[in-house]
């Protein structure tokens, strides 16, 4: 199993970023997908699951109506738009299946 997040970067509050995750070695399709992520003393947090073929989505509170996670399964690829950040959306952001992470990305907000 590989996965490699992209996307990340320094975004002003109010902003908006997509990550991006390609995986491989596995049937992707077969796959629920997650994002998580984890900031600077603190514990990793889910923030958010698509199932397999992408019909359900379930999202962590402190960004349900923010965020929005995404896959094409043709691509192998699962997406997290990420809009109205805020300062306490900084961490590090990793792509997540079986219990393997990507080496993440970063997402810094701040003005």
């Known amino acids: 199993v590989q996965l490699v997040e992209s996307g990340g970067g320094l975004v002003q509050p109010g902003g908006s970023l997509r990550l991006s995750c390609l995986a491989s070695?596995?049937?992707?399709?077969?796959?629920?997908m997650n994002w998580y992520r984890q900031a600077p003393g603190k514990e990793r947090e889910l923030v958010a699951v698509?199932?397999?073929?992408?019909?359900?989505?379930n999202y962590g509170d402190s960004v349900k109506g923010r965020f929005t996670i995404s896959r094409d399964n043709a691509k192998n690829t699962v997406w997290l738009q990420m809009n109205s950040l805020k300062p306490e959306d900084t961490a590090v952001y990793y792509c997540?299946?079986?219990?393997?992470y990507g080496q993440g990305t970063q997402v810094t907000v701040s003005s």
């Open positions: 997540s299946v079986m219990h393997v």
């Open positions: 070695g596995f049937t992707f399709s077969n796959y629920a």
């Open positions: 698509i199932s397999h073929l992408g019909g359900s989505t």
